[in-house]
C-alpha cells in the first residue's frame, strides 16, 4: 500500500483538477457494470434509494447512469462531487472534495459509489467519512481495477492491491460482496473486461 507524497495540499488539488480538465472528453464508468451493482443492491441489500452520492465523478456520468437504472424512484436525488471548478458544468454535480463532508449528508445517505477511491490522500479517513454519511442499512460501493489501481502516481496517489483494499475496508467495515464484471461487456473500456471489482460495504452489525 502506498500513497503518493505531494508538497501540500495545494499542489494535490492542482494535479487533480489538471488531470480532470485533461480528461474531461474521456470516462471510466461502465455502464453496465455498474447498473448491474445496482441491481444487486437493489435486490439483495434492502435499499430503496432517495439520495445517492457518487464522489470524483469528472463529467457527471454516474449520476445519469444511476439515475436511469432508478428511474421509477420518484424525487431521487443522485449528486455527484468532482475537486475540480469544472464541476458545474455537468447537472447533478457540485464542486466538492471528497474528503470532507456535508452536514446535512451524515446518516442521511442511503447510496455512496466512487471509482475514484485511488485518488485520496488519506484513504482511511476518506472511508470513514464517506461511511458517516450512510443510514444504518446504507451501501457503500468503491470500485478496484486491478489495471491500474495497484500504480501510483501524482494523479492517482492512493497504490494498494485488492487483498490490500479489503483489508483496509474490513479493520472496520463489513464487506457484503465483491462483484467482478467478467460476464459482462465492458462498454467503456474493454481492456478491463473482468478487472473490475465493486466492494459493497456496510456498517458491521
Known amino acids: 500500500m502506498e500513497i503518493y507524497k505531494y508538497k501540500d495540499y495545494e499542489e494535490y488539488k492542482k494535479k487533480q483538477i489538471e488531470a480532470n480538465v485533461r480528461k474531461l472528453d474521456r470516462t471510466w464508468v ?4 455498474l447498473k448491474n451493482v445496482m441491481k ?3 435486490d439483495n441489500c434492502n435499499v430503496t434509494p432517495k439520495t445517492i452520492l457518487c464522489h470524483g465523478t469528472r463529467r457527471g456520468l454516474e449520476q445519469e ?4 437504472y432508478f428511474k421509477d424512484i420518484k424525487d431521487l436525488e443522485v449528486i455527484g462531487t468532482e475537486i475540480s471548478h469544472t464541476a458545474t458544468q ?10 470532507d ?8 445517505v442511503d447510496i455512496i459509489y466512487s471509482n475514484s477511491f485511488d485518488h485520496s490522500i488519506k484513504p482511511k479517513e476518506c472511508l470513514d467519512t464517506w461511511m458517516s454519511c450512510l443510514k444504518e442499512n446504507g451501501i457503500c460501493v468503491i470500485e478496484y481495477s ?23 475496508i474490513e479493520e472496520k ?3 457484503v460482496e465483491v ?11 474493454s481492456i478491463l473486461q473482468g478487472k473490475r471489482y465493486y466492494f459493497v460495504i456496510k456498517h458491521k452489525g
Not at 151 to 166: G, I, N, Q, S, V
Request: net charge negative.
Open 173 to 175: 467495515y463489513e464487506i
Open 179 to 189: 462483484i467482478n464484471n467478467k460476464n459482462i461487456q465492458d462498454k467503456a473500456h
Open 146 to 168: 486491478t489495471h491500474t489501481d495497484h500504480k501510483m502516481c501524482p494523479t492517482d496517489p492512493f497504490a494498494a492491491t485488492l487483498h490490500e483494499y479489503r483489508d483496509l
Open 65 to 68: 447512469y444511476i439515475l436511469d
Open 90 to 99: 455537468f447537472p447533478n454535480t457540485i464542486e466538492w472534495d471528497f474528503h
Open 40 to 42: 444487486y443492491i437493489q
Open 30 to 33: 461502465d455502464p453496465a457494470s
Open 101 to 108: 463532508v456535508k452536514d446535512e449528508w451524515v446518516g442521511n
